[in-house]
């Protein structure tokens, strides 16, 4: 998925919570708020279904490829779950290698970094394991 395409939809789904007042203002100035992500990768057996499953409980699935082994996610996360972030995960083999993607404001609410926690132990979970994932986290600027 593109820049372009990510600041539309995470523009357009936090001027939801903006109220109908304040929709096209919110959106217009998340549009300019920096892009944070987290990235990590696990080893478990079963890898796709796992990563569905997870999905299902953490977000909303938005698109799948069972071909290439990839699929995105929209997680609600950050404080109050009010501030969304797109995951991203492909699969190789039995390791999944994620990437959440999500704005942040003045106040940090490390949103990217709790959506692919989130993601991450929904798979951990369905696997009995309850191992943190290690994670990366850098800012990216639109």
Do not use: R
Not at 64 to 90: R, W, Y
């Amino acid at each position: 998925m593109e820049n372009e395409k990510i600041n539309e939809l995470l523009s357009e789904i936090i001027s939801q919570y903006a109220g109908k007042l304040g929709a096209s203002a919110a959106k217009g100035v998340a549009k300019k708020l920096p892009f944070f992500s987290a990235e990590a990768s696990l080893s478990v057996p079963n890898a796709y279904n796992k990563c569905i499953a997870a999905a299902n409980i953490c977000g909303e699935l938005l698109d799948t490829d069972t071909e290439n082994q990839m699929l995105i996610v929209l997680i609600q996360s950050g404080f109050g779950n009010m501030n969304p972030a797109l995951l991203a995960a492909k699969i190789w083999e039995n390791t999944v290698y994620i990437k959440a993607i999500a704005k942040e404001g003045l106040i940090k609410q490390h949103t990217a970094e709790k959506a692919l926690h989130m993601f991450a132990s929904a798979i951990l979970e369905e696997n009995g394991t309850e191992i943190k994932p290690p994670c990366h986290v850098s800012k990216k600027v639109l």
